[in-house]
């Protein structure tokens, strides 16, 4: 843009450059659905150990306090489309869980022993057809935002687990997002060996490079033109998670209630090995 332009109208094309329409129209599309968000978050990147920033959070808790459901979204702009490689063969051999998003150990235990409850009420989990493994931004010349992108998200919902990221609920699961304002497609190849590329509105990307101890997991990639009705989807997944979850909350809640009456008496009782994992 011509510097003699009038300086709002260069402020305004600035903003658009650095991503932050979409950030915020992402939050207000998330909000609308009635849905808590916090915008501008920080997290320590546990490889570097320098402040970073995500661009939202959403969070669905249970009204006891005992399990918080999160989407920890990045936002990326730009006009050259994304493209993810995808295979049905992507998550052969995974344990479904970890794929599923970033769990509390407490978290997977309760899902593991609801897991066929699980499968007939959360699509998230099911993940039967093509999964991304690789992710790349055509027209470019080895740029590797699509990347970096999903590794800011993975980070930052680990970051949800970390004992200086804040409150940890026992039953603590993190999703991480990544929405892109430029297209996105999908490439594979089908059963003939032939290329196939379509436009899609979001795709599950298997992001398992190494972080640490972390085995990997999905990053949703979304369109921003399809971000109503993915956030219409989210609202409604993360309400049937919480369903599944009522009897380890329950079970959760009144291991704390019986604590707490015993320090009130002032008796040490020692919750045994299956309370605390919640196995019980």
């Known amino acids: ?21 979409l950030e915020m129209r992402t939050a207000a ?27 939202a959070l959403c969070f669905v808790d249970d009204d006891l306090g005992v399990a918080s459901l999160r989407l920890v979204v990045e936002c990326k702009s730009g006009d050259k489309p994304w493209i993810v490689f995808s295979s049905a063969h992507t998550l052969a051999d995974y344990n479904r869980l970890f794929p599923l998003g970033v769990l509390s150990e407490s978290m997977r235990g309760a899902l593991a022993d609801d897991i066929l409850d699980l499968s007939g009420r959360l699509s998230w989990f099911k993940k039967d057809g093509r999964v ?15 990347f970096a ?12 687990h970390s004992e200086d990221g804040g409150y940890q609920p026992p039953l603590l699961a993190a999703f991480p997002v990544v929405v892109v304002d430029a297209p996105v497609f999908e490439c594979y190849r089908d059963d003939q060996g032939s290329l196939q590329l379509s436009e899609v509105p979001a795709i599950d990307y298997f992001f398992g490079a190494g ?3 972390f085995s990997g997991t999905c990053v949703r990639i979304v369109s921003a033109k399809a971000l109503p009705v ?19 909350i329950k079970q959760h809640w009144d291991a704390l209630k019986t604590r707490t009456r015993a320090a009130a008496r002032g008796t040490v009782e020692q919750p045994d090995e299956a309370d605390e994992r919640g196995d019980s």
């Open 1 to 21: 843009m011509k510097q003699d332009a009038p300086l709002e109208q260069r402020v305004r094309a600035w903003l658009g450059e650095q991503g932050y329409p």
């Open 29 to 55: 599309v998330l909000r609308a659905e009635g849905l808590t968000v916090r915008q501008s978050q920080y997290y320590l990147d546990p490889e570097t150990q320098k402040s970073r920033e995500i661009d």
């Open 132 to 146: 991304g493994y690789g992710v790349a931004q055509a027209f470019s010349n080895g740029d590797d935002r699509p």
């Open 149 to 160: 992108a999903a590794m800011s998200a993975v980070k930052a919902s680990l970051w949800q």
């Open 211 to 213: 972080i640490g101890s």
């Open 230 to 248: 993915y956030c219409r989807e989210a609202k409604a997944e993360l309400a049937a998670l919480l369903a599944v979850l009522e009897p380890a």
